[in-house]
């Protein structure tokens, strides 16, 4: 196997150091956070604590932040209870068409269940606008859900400017915010969006998978999705994942004390879209991303899935779009309304703060290689 040369961050990160200690740590104190006995207090106390780190992180206080088993729970929980938080209101739900299908599949069960579902539509770029939301907003509207991050394009979603203008036309609207990619990847912290509900998940963090978290606005009275022993103030039982807790805790803190990690990333996403452009002519950039960590490009006509596993074969990681589309064309792009040969060619590249330019030298000889070995279709 050659040695792994990784730019796919955003389909999930590398394990930090800090993480796994603090998850060594926390099974070998095997205790139940909800036993009486000191040994579970301990794990509780434990538990609390790391509740303030992440707390800390999202940039809101402990009582606010609920464990949870992934983004995807999280996105199905906010959407699904936050609906019925708000039935009295009506049975009109907002969302954008470029969100993650943990929100869109999650939105299109609701539709089959009698919602009514609004899907705004991205421009060439990627963009979303206020004036879009605020058109499509109704009496009747119960819930906006929408993404911070693009975890495609790396375009940054305007979600304060959004909240303003729900909250404007009707206070009483819940506004959810997956912010899967946005978690720490944003100078300000997520709670200060305004957003009532806002998703993260750890192993997008250089956390463990297994294990994310809910923001749940204090004030808010979102009823649990699951249902059971009662943990997390009632609002998700299941036995506290306590190895995946703290290790989701220790990324943050470990995240949070990399002060340069942004410009770190941004630098050398630019350097190697810089470098790629000019070592590829027929590249053309899909979105350069507001996110430091992620932009889009496409060869096109060519094939992606092929130029994926040409560069996987040599150690190299990047990806067609999300890794949740497995081969299908990816519904971001489409929804962008790029050509065909854009959409077959498409590929995105992510990275980290730890990111190098020998790295991105790799990639970009191995992109350059492959595609002067494999042939276009223009149809
Ligand atoms: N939302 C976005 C924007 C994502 O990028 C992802 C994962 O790629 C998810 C939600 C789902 O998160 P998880 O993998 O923790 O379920």
Redesign the pocket.
């Known amino acids: 196997m050659n040695t792994l040369t990784y730019f796919d961050y955003?389909?999930t990160t590398p394990l930090r150091p800090e993480a796994l200690e603090a998850m060594a740590a926390a099974l070998a104190h095997f205790g139940n956070p909800s036993s009486r006995y000191a040994y579970g207090r301990e794990a509780a106390h434990r538990v609390k604590e790391h509740r303030e780190t992440v707390a800390r992180a999202l940039g809101c206080a402990p009582g606010e932040v609920f464990f949870t088993s992934?983004?995807?729970?999280g996105?199905n929980w906010a959407i699904r209870k936050g609906v019925e938080l708000g039935r009295r209101r009506g049975r009109h739900i907002v969302t954008t068409a470029v969100?993650?299908a943990?929100?869109l599949e999650t939105c299109r069960d609701l539709e089959r269940q009698g919602y009514e579902l609004t899907c705004l539509r991205p421009d060439r770029q990627g963009r979303i606008g206020v004036e879009q939301l605020r058109a499509a907003l109704r009496p009747d509207t119960a819930l906006v859900s929408m993404?911070l991050?693009?975890?495609e394009t790396g375009v940054v979603l305007p979600v304060a400017d959004c909240v303003r203008a729900v909250k404007a036309f009707d206070p009483g609207i819940l506004f959810h915010c997956?912010a899967?990619?946005g978690f720490l990847k944003l100078p300000d912290p997520l709670a200060a969006t305004g957003a009532d509900l806002i998703?993260v998940?750890?192993?997008?963090v250089g956390g463990p998978?297994g294990v994310?978290a809910l923001y749940v606005k204090k004030g808010v009275r979102l009823a649990p999705l699951l249902t059971g022993g009662g943990q997390e103030e009632g609002l998700r039982s299941g036995t506290e994942a306590t190895a995946q807790i703290a290790g989701f805790a220790a990324a943050c803190q470990a995240v949070m004390a990399d002060t340069g990690r942004l410009e770190r990333t941004a630098a050398v996403k630019a350097y190697t879209l810089e470098r790629l452009q000019a070592a590829i002519p027929a590249l053309e950039v899909i979105s350069p991303g507001d996110a430091p960590h992620i932009c889009a490009v496409t060869l096109p006509g060519y094939p992606s899935e092929v130029l994926v596993r040409v560069l996987g074969d040599q150690g190299i990681c990047i990806s067609s779009g999300?890794?949740?589309h497995k081969g299908k064309p990816s519904h971001v792009f489409a929804a962008m309304g790029l050509p065909r040969p854009w959409l077959s060619g498409a590929l995105r590249l992510s990275f980290a703060p730890d990111s190098t330019r020998e790295e991105a030298d790799r990639l970009i000889a191995a992109l350059t290689q492959a595609s002067q070995s494999i042939f276009p279709t223009m149809s």
């Open positions: 955003a389909a992934c983004g995807t729970e996105d969100e993650h943990a929100v993404m991050m693009n975890n997956d899967v990619q998703t998940s750890g192993h997008k998978k994310g999300s890794a949740c």
